[in-house]
């Protein structure tokens, strides 16, 4: 005999996977965002170390410390930080 599952069941299952889904469409639009953001600073630090002059030494350091900065605060709203 096949058991009758009750409707209140069948509609708490569906809200779950709804909600499931929302929050996957999210955290890939959220990923995307670090990994552009990622190639970026990548690209930017690939700029900086080629012109390699003194001059921008503060510069740099300041350009890390901010870039470390966003970082953990992508992945903090993310959720994927400690």
């Known amino acids: 005999m096949i058991p009758i599952i009750p409707t209140l069941q069948v ?12 929050l996957m469409k999210k955290l890939r ?5 670090v990994q552009d953001f990622i190639a970026r600073s990548n690209s930017e630090l690939d700029i900086r170390e080629r012109a390699q002059s003194p001059e921008h030494r503060h510069k740099d350091l300041t350009f890390a410390k901010v870039a470390r900065l966003l970082f953990k ?3 903090v709203q993310c959720g994927l930080g400690p």
């Open 11 to 22: 509609t708490e299952g569906k809200a779950k996977i709804e909600k499931a889904m929302k």
């Open 29 to 33: 639009k959220e990923q995307t965002a």
């Open 73 to 75: 605060l992508c992945t």
